[in-house]
């Protein structure tokens, strides 16, 4: 099955402590992205990868790293996460560039709590 | 600078009532209009993409339109199954590469 898979779905942590949140496709698609989705203000691009070791800043990268070592993997970093980082999160992929007639896939979401 | 509105914030149907719900955006340069679905707990799910001013198309019960500077996404006779939060989202050109936009999304429930 087609799929975007994300973990942790659920986490609490404490500021300060560094986290991983990880994602894979097995769709072999090029484009990879993660997003974050707060009440009233859509889906914000945090970072987004054109391909293995391509990757940029999205409108909300701050407090956040990513790496793209794999075509199939896409993780999240949180180095020092403060409580302004509490959020939904989700991955999701593209054949191509997002945006570029291409429909994006999405994970299920990770929902992440930073006390 | 590139925006996308969606209205009503939420919105509750009796089965069977119709309704729309809106898009309003103002883009520099349009690179598609999206739709996707929303269930609690769950990822986005795509619905349509809208290329050009006066494009529709449809998927069961569901029906997107455009227009220079709105999109809607009609319902028909709803069920109770529809209950969900639907995005809008622009396709647009930004730093060289195309991203997406999201809107906050409108939450649709539809009651028997």
């Known amino acids: 099955e087609a799929q975007v898979t994300q973990n942790p779905r659920y986490l609490i942590t404490v500021t300060g402590k560094k986290l991983t949140v990880t994602c894979s496709q097995n769709?072999?698609?090029?484009?990879m992205s993660w997003y974050r989705q707060d009440p009233g203000l859509g889906l914000r691009q945090i970072y987004y990868?054109?391909?293995?070791?391509?990757?940029d800043k999205g409108d909300v990268p701050e407090g956040y790293k990513v790496s793209r070592k794999e075509k199939r993997n896409f993780p999240l970093i949180l180095e020092s996460p403060s409580p302004n980082q509490t959020s939904l999160y989700f991955c999701?992929?593209?054949?191509?560039?997002?945006?570029?007639?291409?429909?994006?896939?999405f994970g299920p979401g990770t929902r992440l709590t930073v006390l | 600078e590139d925006q996308v509105t969606q209205s009503p914030e939420a919105l509750r149907l009796q089965e069977g009532e119709s309704s729309s719900l809106n898009c309003s955006y103002t883009v520099s340069g349009l690179r598609g209009l999206f739709w996707y679905r929303q269930d609690p707990g769950k990822g986005p799910e795509f619905l349509f993409t809208?290329?050009?001013a006066g494009e529709e198309k449809e998927k069961e019960r569901l029906k997107a339109t455009l227009t220079k500077k709105e999109s809607f996404l009609h319902i028909t006779a709803p069920k109770p199954e529809d209950s969900a939060t639907y995005l809008c989202?622009?396709?647009?050109?930004?730093?060289?590469?195309?991203?997406?936009?999201f809107g906050a999304g409108t939450r649709l429930a539809v009651h028997p």
């Open positions: 769709m072999n698609h090029e484009y």
């Open positions: 999701a992929s593209s054949k191509g560039l997002a945006g570029s007639y291409n429909e994006q896939f």
């Open positions: 989202a622009l396709g647009v050109v930004a730093g060289g590469y195309n991203k997406l936009i």
């Open positions: 809208l290329y050009s």
């Open positions: 990868s054109m391909n293995v070791e391509v990757t």
